[in-house]
Antibody, heavy 119, light 110 residues
Framework: EVQLVESGGGLVQPGGSLRLSCAAS????????FNWVRQAPGKGLEWISS????????YYANSVKGRFTISRDNAKNSLSLQMNSLRAEDTAVYYC????????????WGQGTLVTVSS | QSVLTQPPSASGTPGQRVTISCSGS????????VYWYQQFPGTAPKLLIS???QRPSGVPDRFSGSKSGTSASLAISGLRSEDEADYYC???????????FGGGTKLTVL
């Protein structure tokens, strides 16, 4: 059974840092591209980053470029998102999502982890 | 303001057919597959339509997708109360080198 479990969310002050993790199981992790998608309270979905299976292709949304870093450890079946210089507008539920073949084709999602940026 | 434009709301009565549109441009919908996601409050999105018009396993055939030029549509026939949810279109944008989501459409079953 495919499972994606995010962790690492919480309350952080503006300007602070946080590292999210996504633990994957039930499939060959290295074969898939992964994305981080977030959803601010009461708002729509926003894609923020994508990483290919070998980490050779990495993309970021303009809203997080230079502040967030996506990475993966295929040996540990783990995906990460290092978030620096956090702002109030980064407050959201963060989902990791597996892409089947195309980057926007997310067939499995985690349950999400809430990040709150507030003083 | 999303690059992919969806109506913020849609509604229908049980049994009706409802369509939700998603408008983009040549760099996104015009040159890439479109995906549709269904999301219930407090839960993760679910892939509803893949590669513009394909239903993943387990998705009822009441749901269908289409694409023409720089626009796409999601159609729901035989509307049921359990279809009340938020629906998002998504695609890749070649110019931005990123995934785009539409702003979402809240479907109400009257």
């Amino acid at each position: 059974e495919v499972q994606l479990v995010e962790s690492g969310g919480g309350l952080v002050q503006p300007g602070g840092s946080l590292r999210l993790s996504c633990a994957a199981s039930g499939f060959t992790f290295s074969s898939y591209t992964f994305n981080w998608v977030r959803q601010a309270p009461g708002k729509g979905l926003e894609w923020i980053s994508s990483i290919s299976g070998s980490s050779s292709n990495i993309y970021y949304a303009n809203s997080v470029k230079g502040r967030f870093t996506i990475s993966r450890d295929n040996a540990k079946n783990s995906l990460s998102l290092q978030m620096n210089s956090l702002r109030a507008e980064d407050t959201a539920v963060y989902y990791c999502a597996r892409a089947v073949l195309y980057p926007a084709e997310h067939d499995y999602w985690g349950q999400g982890t809430l990040v709150t940026v507030s003083s | 303001q999303s690059v992919l434009t969806q109506p913020p709301s849609a509604s229908g009565t049980p049994g009706q057919r409802v369509t939700i549109s998603c408008s983009g441009s040549s760099s996104n919908i015009g040159n890439n597959y479109v995906y549709w996601y269904q999301q219930f409050p407090g839960t993760a999105p679910k892939l509803l339509i893949s590669r513009s018009n394909q239903r993943p396993s387990g998705v009822p055939d009441r749901f269908s997708g289409s694409k023409s030029g720089t626009s796409a549509s999601l159609a729901i026939s035989g509307l049921r109360s359990e279809d009340e949810a938020d629906y998002y279109c998504a695609t890749w944008d070649d110019s931005l080198s990123g995934v785009l989501f539409g702003g979402g459409t809240k479907l109400t079953v009257l």
